[in-house]
C-alpha cells in the first residue's frame, strides 16, 4: 500500500475514490495495528511531508482511538493497548515529535491525535510524563510548539470523559501554570495567546481549588480580563467565552469582579465592532440570568421544603438592567437579512439575552422595553419595527400576567396589521411574538375579538412567504393549544373556525409548487388543528381523513419516479407528513375510523412494501398501525396474518434501531388491543425480543422497552404465557443484576428505565397467572422479593417504578392469598417501603391508590393465614 496516495484518496471529493481508500485503511489496520500506527505516526511527523498528507495521518491516527460509541470506542482502546508498550512508546514520541513542526495545520492534527491517546493512557497512569512535557513546551518552546501543545491541552481539558477528567485533577496547577502564562498580555505572540485563552476557558471547570484559593483566583481574573482588551478579536472572544464558563461554575464568587470589572467590561463588549465578541459578551448575561433564575428555583425549592440553607444570589441582572437593556434593544436592530434560520447573530444573541431578562427581573423589564417599542413600531427604518416587534415578544414570559394583560391587549391589533408589513423579516417577526403571546399569555386573547382575524392573519403570512413558515406555524399550533377546551369537549373557540382553517392546510400542503420546509410545517399545523378538535369538528375531521388517505395512497406510484437524493427526501417527508395526520386523525375519531381501517391498512402496507432501506417512513407507518390497533380494539385481529411478517422482519432489523424500537411499542399496542387473539403469533414475538437481548451489539436503550412488552404480552395470553416463564425469569433476574451497579450521572436514566421494564415485566406476568397458574411462581417467589427489596433501598427511583413496585407487592399478595408467604409479607422493609409511599404526598394519588391497595391485600393475606392456623 501506498499510504501517501491512499492518505490523499482519503481526502478526494469523489466518493467512491474516498471510500475505496478509508476501505484500505481500514483493511491495513486489521492486518497489521501495530505497523499501522507506526506508519502513519511517521508520516504525520515528516516535516518534509506535504500539509494534507500529514493532515490526513493524523485524522486517521485519531480515529484509531476515538468514538462516540462507548463499546466501540472500549474496542479500540484494548486494541491500542495489545500493540505493546514499544509500539505505543514510539507512536507517542512521533506524535509528541510533530507538535513541534512549523506546519500549524500538521501541529493541529498532531494535537488531537495526542489529546485522544491522553484519554486512553492518563487514566492509566500510562502517560506519567505527558503533562510534564506540554508545559514544558508552553514555557521553554518555540512559538510553533507553545501554540501546538496549549491546543493539546485544550482538547485534553475539552473532553468529557469523566475517568480522564478526575486523572486531570492531580495536573490541575501545572495546566493552569502553562495556560495562564500564556495568556498574560505580556505574551507577544497572538497565536499563543489565543491557543492560552482557548485551554483556559476549557480547564476552567477542573482547576476548582486554584479557584477557590484567592489568591489565585484574582490572577487568573486579572488576565482574562486583560485578555479583554487585546487588539486581537480571537482572543478578545476567547476571554468573554473565558468568562461566560466562570460565571457558570463560580457564581458564588463573581460579586467582587462583578463591581470592579465584568460589568463595565461586557457592556463594552457588547458595543464593539466585532461580531464574535458583541455575541460572545452578550452571551456572558446570558450565563448571568440562566444562573439566577436557577438560583431563585432552587431556593424556592428550598424554601417550600423547610430548608434554610440557601444559595447566594446577588441579583446581577435586576441590578445591571438598566445598562445593558438599552444595548440588547439596540443589538436587536442590527438583524442580517440574509441570514439564514440556522444562522446566530447578534440581533439574535440579543434577542434570547432579552428574553432571559425578562425572566430573571420579572415585571420590572416591562418599562424598559417598552419605551423601545413604542418608539419604533412605526418607525421608517424596518430594522427597528422588527427589533420593537422582537422585544415586545422577548418580555412576554417572567412578567406577571396580570401586567402583560392589558399592554397584549393593546398591542394585538397593532401586531396583528404589521402580519402585512411590506418587510418580510417584520412580518415573520410578528408571527413569532404573536406565537409567544399565545403560548405564555394566551388567557389575554379574546375568543371574539381577536381569535378570528389572528387566525386569518397567519394563515395569510403562511401562504405569502416559505421564510415565514416556521413562526406562522409555530404560532398556530400555540393557538390550536391554547383553545382546544378541555379533552373531549362538543365545541370549542375554534370551532368556528375549525373548517376554513383544515381547507387554507390542505391547499397549503397541495400545491405542487409550495416549498418542502413550508409544505412539513403546514402538515404539523394540520396534525395540531386535528389533535385539538372538539367534538362537533369531527364529521370535518372524517373527511380529512378521506383527503389525506387518498395523498398517501398516490404517493405510492411515485416511488418508480426518484431519480435522485432530493427527488427521495422530498417524497419520505411528504409521505412521513400524511402519516403522521392520519395517526392523529386515527387517535381522535377512535372506532369511528373503523369503515376506513381496510383502506388504511391496504395504503399503509402498500408503502412498506415500497419504501427504501434506511427510511423514515416506516417508523411513522408503525405509530399510525398502533393507533388504529388502539381503536379497533379486538377488531384489528383481522389484519394481523397480512401485517406480521413485517412486524416480524422489524423486530429483527438491529441496522435500523428506531425501526426496531417502533415495533417492540407495536407489539405491545397489538398485544393490548386484541388480548389472546395474538397467541398464534407470540412464539415468533418472543424468539425476536429474547434473540435481541442475547445479542451483544443490540441497543442496550431498548432493553426496558422489551421487558415491559413481556409483561403486555403476558398479560394478553394469560396462563398461556407459562410456557415462557422460566427463559423471562432468567432474563429478568439478569438484568435485575444489571441494575444494581453504581450508575453515574450518565447512566441514572438507564438504570432506572431497565428497573421499570423489570417491574413492569413482573406486574403483567403476575397478572397473568395469578388465576388459576399460581404455583408456576412459587419457584420464583425469592428473586421478585430480593428485587424488591433492592428498590426498597435505592435512593434513585421515578415515581412510576414506585407504582409499578406497590402494584407487583399487591399483585403478589392477591396470587397467594392463604399466606403461604406471609413472613416475606410482613418483613419489616417491605411495611416501612409501604408506609413511606403511602405518606408521601409528592407522589400522585394514583401511587398512593395504588400503595394502600397493596397494604390491604398484605392485611387480607394475615388474616387469612391466622385463620387457616386456628
Known amino acids: 500500500m501506498d499510504v501517501n496516495q491512499v ?39 515528516n516535516d518534509g511531508a506535504q500539509t494534507h498528507i500529514r493532515q490526513a495521518a493524523g485524522v486517521a491516527l485519531k480515529n484509531t482511538l476515538d ?37 500549524s495545520r500538521a501541529g493541529q492534527s498532531a494535537a488531537q491525535f495526542v489529546a485522544a491517546i491522553a484519554a486512553a493512557d492518563l487514566p492509566r497512569n500510562e502517560w506519567p510524563d505527558l503533562m510534564v512535557a506540554l508545559v514544558s513546551n508552553v514555557g521553554e518552546g518555540a512559538d510553533h510548539l507553545k501554540r501546538s501543545s496549549l491546543a493539546t491541552i485544550g482538547y485534553i481539558a475539552e473532553s468529557e470523559d469523566v475517568d480522564l477528567r478526575e486523572s486531570l485533577l492531580q495536573h490541575s ?20 495567546r489565543y491557543a492560552a485563552v482557548e485551554a483556559l476557558s476549557n480547564s476552567i471547570d477542573f482547576v476548582r481549588t486554584n479557584f477557590e484559593n484567592e489568591g489565585e483566583r484574582n490572577y487568573i481574573m486579572q488576565v482574562i480580563c486583560e485578555a479583554t482588551q487585546s487588539d486581537d478579536s480571537r482572543i478578545q472572544a476567547g476571554a468573554y467565552a473565558c468568562l461566560n464558563r466562570i460565571m457558570g461554575l463560580y457564581y458564588e464568587k463573581m460579586r467582587f469582579y462583578m463591581e470592579k470589572a465584568l460589568f463595565g467590561l461586557t457592556i463594552m463588549g457588547m458595543k464593539s465592532q466585532e461580531e464574535d465578541v458583541a455575541k460572545l459578551a452578550t452571551e456572558f448575561w446570558c450565563t448571568v440570568c440562566e444562573e439566577e433564575i436557577s438560583i431563585e428555583d432552587d431556593n424556592e425549592l428550598a424554601r417550600q421544603e423547610g430548608a434554610s440553607d440557601l444559595r447566594l444570589l446577588f441579583n446581577f441582572a435586576r441590578v445591571a438592567s438598566r445598562e445593558v437593556v438599552p444595548v440588547l434593544l439596540e443589538l436587536l436592530a442590527q438583524q442580517d437579512e440574509d441570514a439564514g434560520d440556522e444562522d446566530y447573530n447578534v440581533s439574535r444573541a ?16 416591562v418599562q424598559l422595553v417598552l419605551g423601545f417599542v413604542e418608539q419604533n413600531l412605526r418607525n421608517e427604518d424596518w430594522h427597528y419595527r422588527d427589533a420593537a416587534v422582537s422585544a415586545f415578544g422577548a418580555i412576554m414570559e417572567g412578567p406577571d400576567e396580570k401586567v402583560l394583560d392589558p399592554l ?62 416556521n413562526s406562522c406555524c409555530w404560532a398556530l399550533m400555540n393557538l390550536a393549544d391554547r383553545f382546544a377546551g378541555e379533552p373531549g369537549c362538543q365545541v370549542n373557540p375554534l370551532s368556528a373556525q375549525f373548517q376554513g ?58 416511488q418508480q419516479q426518484i431519480v435522485s437524493v432530493d427527488d427521495k ?18 387517535q381522535r375519531l377512535e372506532i369511528e375510523i373503523k369503515p376506513q381501517s381496510d383502506q388504511i391498512m391496504h395504503t399503509l402496507i402498500q408503502i412498506l412494501n415500497t419504501v427504501g432501506p434506511k427510511s423514515s417512513v416506516p417508523d411513522t407507518v408503525f405509530g399510525a398501525i398502533g393507533a388504529l390497533s388502539t381503536s379497533l380494539d379486538r377488531d384489528f385481529n383481522q389484519y394481523m396474518e397480512g401485517f406480521a411478517p413485517y412486524l416480524y422482519n422489524a423486530l429483527g432489523n438491529l441496522e435500523e434501531i428506531g425501526l426496531c424500537s417502533m415495533a417492540i411499542g407495536l407489539v405491545s399496542d397489538i398485544a393490548r388491543s386484541i388480548g389472546e387473539l395474538c397467541q398464534p403469533y407470540c412464539d415468533n414475538f418472543m424468539n425476536y425480543l429474547l434473540t435481541n437481548l442475547s445479542n451483544s451489539d443490540f441497543n442496550s436503550q431498548l432493553r426496558p422497552a422489551i ?43 438507564y438504570v432506572v428505565s431497565l428497573a421499570e421494564g423489570i417491574m413492569d415485566a413482573w406486574g403483567g406476568i403476575i397478572l397473568a397467572l395469578k388465576q388459576g397458574k399460581a404455583d408456576t411462581l412459587k419457584p420464583h417467589i425469592e428473586p421478585i422479593f430480593n428485587y424488591l427489596s433492592q428498590i426498597a433501598q435505592s435512593q434513585n427511583r421515578s415515581e412510576s417504578l414506585v407504582r409499578a413496585t406497590m402494584g407487583v407487592i399487591g399483585d403478589l399478595a392477591e396470587a397467594f392469598p392463604h399466606g403461604e408467604y406471609v413472613n416475606y409479607f410482613q418483613s419489616t422493609w417491605i411495611l416501612n417501603f409501604i408506609k413511606d409511599v403511602r405518606t408521601n404526598r409528592d407522589l400522585h394519588q394514583r401511587t398512593l391508590d395504588t400503595a394502600r391497595w397493596a397494604r390491604e391485600q398484605i392485611k387480607q393475606q394475615s388474616v387469612n393465614a391466622s385463620a387457616q392456623m386456628s
Open 7 to 45: 492518505l490523499e484518496s482519503t481526502l478526494s471529493p469523489d466518493a467512491s475514490t474516498r471510500q475505496n481508500a478509508e476501505q484500505q485503511l481500514t483493511q491495513a489496520a486489521e492486518a497489521d495495528f501495530a505497523a499501522y500506527l507506526t506508519t502513519l505516526a511517521h508520516e504525520l511527523a
Open 67 to 103: 468514538s462516540r460509541d462507548y463499546r466501540r470506542l472500549q474496542r479500540m482502546r484494548h486494541r491500542w493497548y495489545e500493540t505493546g508498550p514499544a509500539v505505543r512508546n514510539g507512536v507517542k514520541e512521533l506524535a509528541l515529535k510533530a507538535l513541534s513542526t512549523n506546519d
Open 408 to 469: 397584549v391587549k393593546q398591542a394585538l391589533p397593532v401586531l396583528i396589521s404589521m402580519m402585512d408589513d411590506s418587510v418580510v423579516q417584520v412580518k415573520d417577526s410578528a408571527a413569532f411574538a404573536l406565537g409567544r403571546i399565545c403560548e405564555s399569555v394566551p388567557d389575554s386573547i379574546d375568543p371574539q375579538n381577536h381569535l378570528p382575524s389572528l387566525i386569518v392573519a397567519l394563515f395569510t403570512g403562511l401562504s405569502s412567504n416559505p421564510k415565514m413558515a
Open 501 to 558: 382553517s383544515i381547507d387554507h392546510l390542505l391547499v397549503v400542503t397541495q400545491i405542487s409548487q409550495t416549498d418542502n420546509k413550508l409544505r412539513m410545517a403546514a402538515y404539523e399545523v394540520l396534525n395540531v388543528f386535528v389533535g385539538n378538535s372538539a367534538n362537533d369538528s369531527l364529521p370535518v375531521v372524517a373527511k380529512l381523513s378521506e383527503v389525506v388517505l387518498q395523498r398517501l395512497e398516490d404517493t405510492v406510484p411515485m
Open 569 to 586: 427526501n422530498t417524497l419520505e417527508e411528504i409521505q412521513t407528513s400524511l402519516t403522521t395526520v392520519l395517526q392523529s386523525i386515527i
Open 707 to 749: 421487558l415491559q412488552c413481556f409483561g403486555d404480552i403476558a398479560q394478553a395470553i394469560s396462563g398461556s404465557f407459562e410456557k415462557y416463564l422460566g427463559t423471562v425469569v432468567q432474563v429478568l433476574v439478569a438484568a435485575a443484576n444489571a441494575t444494581q451497579i453504581e450508575a453515574n450521572f450518565e447512566t441514572m436514566d
Open 173 to 192: 496547577n501545572a495546566i493552569l501554570t502553562a495556560v495562564v502564562q500564556g495568556a498574560r498580555k505580556e505574551e507577544a505572540n497572538p497565536d499563543v
Open 350 to 365: 440579543a434577542y434570547q439575552c432579552l428574553q432571559l431578562f425578562s425572566q430573571a427581573v420579572g415585571g420590572e423589564i
